[in-house]
């Protein structure tokens, strides 16, 4: 079970029309910025994901548009406009992902996490899909935004589990 907002048809077109209205880099600036300040744990995950797979900066832009689904729908849950309401990549959950990639192999890890991410969140998985099939590593590209869920899911379960 993922504790992780649910993003809406609204929501994936909302974020589509300001990249499209303030433009990718604008919208990346922005992105980056909270990311640095409020996870940048996964912000590195993301850049190397981006820097392994080339055209960095281009995907960085479809991580950043799924990045800013997930804040948006986080923030408008806890009525408020900011990003900072993602649970918190922290070192010990990224370090747990990296033994799950090591235990299961990356496809069969991509697999399941993009399985999960298409039964729990279509809408997300759509923005994933639709960016990674733009790119001609589409399974390089898919195992960025699958490291990048599973991340936000490993995190969120165990914050929750914290609080208990």
Same mark, same amino acid.
């Not at 408020?80 to 922290?90: G, K």
């Given at each position: 079970?993922?504790? +992780? #907002? ?17 433009? #990718? !880099? ?10 640095? %300040? ?13 820097? !392994?797979?080339?055209?960095?900066? %281009? ?12 804040? @948006? ?17 922290? #070192? ?16 069969? @890890?991509?697999?399941?996490?993009? !399985?999960? +991410? ?15 099939? %733009?790119? #001609?590593?589409? +399974?390089?590209?898919?195992?960025? @935004? ?19």
């Amino acid at each position: 079970m993922s504790f +992780l #907002p649910h993003v809406s048809e609204l929501t994936r077109e909302h974020i589509a029309r300001e990249f499209d209205d303030l433009g #990718p !880099d604008a919208c990346m600036t922005e992105i980056v910025e909270a990311m640095r %300040r409020d996870n940048p744990e996964l912000l590195e995950m993301a850049q190397k994901c981006a820097e !392994d797979v080339g055209e960095a900066p %281009r995907v960085m832009a479809g991580f950043g548009m799924f990045y800013r689904a997930l804040s @948006f729908e986080a923030a408008v849950a806890l009525g408020h406009q900011t990003m900072s309401a993602l649970p918190r990549v922290d #070192p010990q959950t990224r370090e747990q992902i990296v033994l799950e990639i090591d235990e299961h192999g990356p496809e069969a @890890f991509t697999l399941r996490s993009v !399985d999960s +991410l298409e039964k729990s969140n279509p809408e997300l998985m759509q923005i994933a899909h639709q960016f990674a099939a %733009r790119n #001609p590593n589409y +399974l390089g590209v898919m195992q960025g @935004f699958a490291l990048l869920h599973r991340s936000l899911v490993v995190q969120s379960r165990a914050d929750r589990s914290n609080l208990h």
